[in-house]
């Protein structure tokens, strides 16, 4: 069985960290480039940031770019999200999802997680 998995989330004050995780398992990730996503209540779901198979290429959302850093280990067949001064409105479900490809340019979005909550507030 394809499946993602993620973990990582909680509750972090304004300007703590997180680091999210997608462990992937019923298939390798080494040949897929992989994205991240979250949605907020009310809100439309957002891609926060995509890496490629090789993890050569990333790319992120304007809002997150200078705080938040995609990396992958194919080794350990697992993508992450470092998350740096967290904020208020980074406050979401946080999706992993994965490409049909190995760049994140071309493209749709195949298989997903289930989600991670992750809450920024004092």
């Known amino acids: 069985q394809l499946q993602l998995v993620e973990s990582g989330g909680g509750l972090v004050q304004p300007g703590g960290s997180l680091r999210l995780s997608c462990a992937a398992s019923?298939?390798?990730?080494?040949?897929?480039?992989i994205g991240w996503f979250r949605q907020a209540p009310g809100k439309e779901r957002e891609e926060v940031s995509c890496i490629s198979s090789s993890g050569g290429s990333t790319n992120y959302a304007d809002s997150v770019k200078g705080r938040f850093t995609i990396s992958r280990d194919n080794a350990k067949n697992t993508v992450y999200l470092q998350m740096n001064s967290l904020k208020p409105e980074d406050t979401a479900v946080y999706y992993c999802?994965?490409?049909?490809?190995?760049?994140?340019?071309?493209?749709?979005?195949?298989?997903w997680g289930q989600g991670t909550q992750v809450t920024v507030s004092s």
């Open positions: 999802a994965r490409k049909g490809g190995s760049v994140c340019k071309y493209g749709r979005y195949g298989t």
């Open positions: 019923g298939f390798t990730l080494d040949s897929y480039a």
